[in-house]
């Protein structure tokens, strides 16, 4: 077994390394607990679609409210809260639907494929809020 004693210079390396971790951690977390508060700016709705015809389309509000999607293959209930929507109750076998967990952007989906239903957010996002996958030049 090899005994190994740390230097001054080497603690002080240690400490400044744990410092700047402690920094970025802290900053991600006070970042992230105030992006879930902030309202968004654009005007966003959900599409749910039932073997692909619209069965409703609901604003996406901060306020709660729920939808019954009932159909001859089964049933789920929708929550519409946070400016998003959520898979909150399903009697279908896999329970597939609630991974896809509370959606909010543009292009987000829920799919249940037992209910043959699909939700989409849509809306316009203003030019800040639209992330960009990739560039070409």
Partial sequence: ?????????????????????????????????????????????????????????VELTSETQYVEVRTSRGYDQLKIHDYGIEVVESDCPQKICFTFGHITKPGDVIICLPLRMIIEVEGHAPESETEIDAEVY
Avoid at 16 to 29: D, F, N, P, T
């Fill in 1 to 57: 077994m090899i005994h190994r004693t740390f230097k001054q210079g080497d603690l002080v390396l240690i400490a400044v390394v744990l410092s700047i971790a402690l920094l970025i951690i802290g900053a991600r977390w006070i970042m992230g607990s105030s992006e879930a508060t902030v309202k968004p700016t654009g005007h966003y709705y959900a599409t749910i679609k039932v073997d692909n015809e619209i069965y409703k389309t």
